[in-house]
C-alpha cells in the first residue's frame, strides 16, 4: 500500500473514566465507569484519515507491554501501515488519564511512555515513504526534535506539511513555521503559542495573525462548537459547526486534522475540506471514547446529506 497520508506521532492506551463532574486540586470523586480505549492524538489522527476515505501509514513507538500489542493490532485493522511502528524492547507504552464529567468536559494526563523514544533516525529509516505521500501530519507528543525534523523534511519534500500544536504549553521553535503549510491548533493552542487569550473570533484571528507573521503557511483554529477559522494572509473564512447533541470531546480536534487531511490527499479544496472535517469533528463528539468516537466515511457522507 502506497500512503497518500503518514502520521508522524503517538500512541496511547487511554484509561477512561466518566465522572458527574470533574475533581478538584485535592479531591476525590467517584467514577460513573471506566474503560480502556485505544488513543494517542498521531494514532487517533491516523485512524481519523483512515476511516475518512485516506491510504495512511504510520510512524511511531510502542512498548513490548500487552497495550503495545493491542495498540499496533487496532492500527492494522484499520487499515493503517504499522511497518513503522517500532516496538522498544522493554519499554512501556504511553498511557492517557482521561476523566469526563457529564458535561463532555475533560481533564487529561498524558504519560509518553514509549512515544519519547521516537528519533530522527526512526524517520529517516522510512524517508522512502515520505517521498511517496501528498501529506504528512504532526503532533507534539513525542520528541520536538524528531518534530522538527519530520516538519522539515516534508518541506524539502514539497509535501502538505500538517502541525497540530498539541499539547501546547508555549511557543514553538521559530524555524518550524516556515515548514508548516496548515498550523491547526485551538482556542487553548492558540493562546499558548501566541500569549492571546482566544475568547472570541476577533481574538482567534489575532492570534492567528501572530502566527502567520512568524512564517506559518495558513491557520486553522478550531473552536468546537463555535466553528473553525482560517486564516491565511489572503482572507480570513469563518466556518460555523454543525449542530449536535455532545457527549463527549476527547478526540475531536484529532478527528478534524485526520479528517481535513484525508480530505486534502483526495483532492478536495481546502473550504471543501475544512467543511467535511468539521461534520467528522462534530459526529465525534456525538460518543464517547477516543477513536471509536471517530466516524466513517459513510456517516460524514449521510449527515452532508440529512
Known sequence: MQANVVVVGSLNMDLVTRAERLPRPGET?????????????????????????????????????AYGVQLREGLEAENIDCQAVRTVTQGVSGVALIVVDTNSQNTIVVVPGTNGCLASQDIMAFDGMLQETKVIICQLEVPMETVGHTLKRGRELDKIVILNPAPASGP???????????????????????????DSLDSAELAARSL??????????????????????????????PKVEAVDATAAGDTFVGAFSAALAAGKGEDDAIRFAQIAAALSVTCAGAQPSIPRLQDVKDFALS
Not at 172 to 198: H, R
Request: net charge neutral; glycine share 14%; charged share 10%.
Open 172 to 198: 514553538l521553535p521559530v524555524q518550524w513555521y516556515a515548514s508548516v503549510d496548515y498550523l491547526i491548533p485551538n482556542e487553548s493552542e492558540a493562546g499558548a503559542l501566541t500569549g492571546v487569550t482566544v
Open 29 to 65: 470523586v467517584f467514577g460513573q465507569s471506566f474503560g480502556t480505549v485505544h488513543g494517542g492524538k498521531g494514532a487517533n489522527q491516523a485512524v481519523a484519515a483512515s476511516r475518512l476515505g485516506a491510504q495512511v501509514a504510520m510512524i511511531g513507538c510502542v512498548g513490548s507491554d
Open 212 to 241: 502567520l507573521a512568524l512564517g506559518a503557511g495558513k491557520i486553522i483554529v478550531t473552536l468546537g462548537a463555535q466553528g473553525a477559522l482560517l486564516v491565511s494572509a489572503q482572507r480570513v473564512m469563518h466556518f460555523a459547526a
